[in-house]
C-alpha cells in the first residue's frame, strides 16, 4: 500500500475551492463541490472525497463539465420537475434538486425532480440526508452516461450499465437513517482508491475483459476494460441487475435520455421526496430501538442503522487522508495555475486512517 497525506478539513477544503476557481469555476459552486467532498471524507466515504478533485479539473478542461453553469429548469408540474443540469457541477445540481423536491413534497405531498446531463454528482446518500433532515421521506437515484458504463449485466461479461446507486434517507427527531449504495458490487470509486492505495480488490468484484474472475483493480481501466459485477455476484447478481434496470428508467428513461446513447455526458439524477406526519419521526424513533435491541452476534459490535456510522465519523473525524497519487495529480493541475498548496500535514503511514 502506498503512503497517504491527512489534510485538515479546512485545509483540504480551501484547496478544492482554489483549484476549481483557478480552473474556472464560479465562487458559489466551487464551495458546494468542496463542503461535499470534505464531508464525503470525514464520513469515510474515500471513494467521492478529495480522490475526485482532479477528475473534476480533467472533465473541467475536457468541456464536459462548465464549471460557472447553473441547472436550468425545463418543465414543471403539479409535484413533477425536470432540469437541465447544462453540464454544471453533479453536486450544484443535486442541492439544488433536493431543494425543489422538498418544496414540492411540502406543497403537494409529493416532488419528484428529474436531473438531466449533470457532472459527476459525488455521493447521492448527501441529498438524501438534505431533504431527511428537512423532515422528507427520500429516495434518491443516479444514472451515468454510456461512457461510464462499467457495470455487467447478470451474465454478461461487457458493461451495460452505470455503478447506478441508489439512497434513501427516513426523518427521525435525530440523525436520520440514510443508505446509499451501488447497485453493483462496489462503486467504482472505491476499485479506484483501491487501485490508487495498490491494494487488491475483494474476491467476486471484478471481471477481466475476458469474463475471467480478477482482483487487480487496474483491469477497470485498461484497453479494453474489466468490469464490476452487479450487487450479488456471479450467483445472485439478478437482484443487483435489476435494481440497476430500475434507476436506469427513474433516472434516464423517465428524461427523455437512452442508455446507449454515445453523444449523452454526464450523470442523470432522479429524487422523490414525500411529505410525513407530525409523528413519523417518533415512529422512526421507535423503529431504530427496536432493530438496535436484536443482540449483536460480536458482543463488542452493537447493531447500527445505515447511515449511523458515517454520522459518527463526521462527528470524530478531524483530518481527510490522500493516497499519493491523487495528491500528486493535484500538485500538478495547482502549479500549473499558480494555486500555492502550503500548510499541508506530514504524510501519514500506510493504513493510516482520519
Known amino acids: 500500500m502506498e503512503g497517504q497525506r491527512a489534510l485538515k478539513a479546512s485545509t483540504a477544503r480551501r484547496i478544492v475551492v482554489d483549484v476549481l476557481e483557478a480552473y474556472g469555476s464560479a465562487p458559489e459552486n466551487a464551495a458546494v463541490v468542496a ?20 477528475q473534476y479539473v480533467a472533465e473541467i478542461l475536457d468541456g464536459e463539465t462548465d464549471p460557472v453553469a447553473r441547472p436550468v429548469r425545463k418543465a414543471g408540474g403539479t409535484g413533477r420537475t425536470e432540469l437541465d443540469a447544462a453540464r454544471c457541477f453533479g453536486q450544484v445540481a443535486g442541492v439544488e434538486a433536493a431543494g ?45 452516461a454510456r461512457m461510464g458504463h462499467r457495470v455487467a449485466p447478470f451474465g454478461g461479461r461487457e458493461a451495460r450499465l452505470a455503478t447506478n446507486p441508489i439512497a434513501f434517507g427516513i426523518p427521525s427527531n435525530t440523525d436520520p437513517i440514510v443508505g446509499d449504495f451501488s447497485t453493483a458490487v462496489a462503486p467504482e470509486g472505491v476499485v479506484r482508491v483501491l487501485r490508487n492505495l495498490g491494494m487488491p480488490a475483494p474476491e467476486g468484484t471484478l471481471l ?35 435494481l440497476g434496470l430500475l434507476v ?12 446507449d446513447d454515445t453523444q449523452r455526458k454526464g450523470s442523470n439524477l432522479a429524487l422523490l421526496a414525500i411529505s410525513v406526519d407530525a409523528e413519523f419521526a417518533s415512529r422512526t424513533d421507535r423503529l431504530i430501538e427496536y432493530v438496535r435491541s436484536a443482540k449483536p452476534i ?18 470524530e473525524s478531524q483530518s481527510v487522508l490522500v493516497d ?31
Open 35 to 54: 463542503d461535499h467532498l470534505v464531508t464525503s471524507d470525514l464520513a469515510g466515504v474515500r471513494s467521492h472525497g478529495f480522490i475526485r478533485l482532479p
Open 248 to 259: 436506469e428508467a427513474l433516472a434516464t428513461l423517465l428524461a427523455r435520455d437512452e442508455a
Open 324 to 354: 499519493q497519487r491523487t495528491w500528486d495529480q493535484v500538485t500538478v493541475f495547482a502549479a500549473d495555475r499558480g494555486v500555492p498548496l502550503e500548510d499541508v500535514e506530514e504524510s501519514v503511514p500506510p493504513g493510516g486512517t482520519s
Open 208 to 242: 477481466g475483459p475476458e469474463g475471467e474472475p480478477t482482483t487487480d483493480p487496474s483491469v477497470l481501466y485498461e484497453d479494453p476494460p474489466g468490469t464490476i459485477l452487479p450487487l450479488g455476484g456471479t450467483q445472485l447478481g439478478h437482484r443487483g441487475f435489476g
Open 100 to 144: 425543489l423536491a422538498e418544496a414540492a413534497a411540502k406543497g403537494t405531498g409529493l416532488g419528484l425532480v428529474t436531473v438531466h446531463e449533470a457532472g459527476h454528482t459525488g455521493r447521492i446518500g448527501a441529498y438524501a440526508e438534505q431533504l431527511s433532515e428537512r423532515g422528507c421521506l427520500a429516495i434518491v437515484v443516479c444514472s451515468g
Open 298 to 315: 460480536d458482543p463488542a459490535v452493537p447493531v447500527m442503522v445505515p447511515g449511523e456510522r458515517e454520522y459518527r465519523r463526521r462527528r
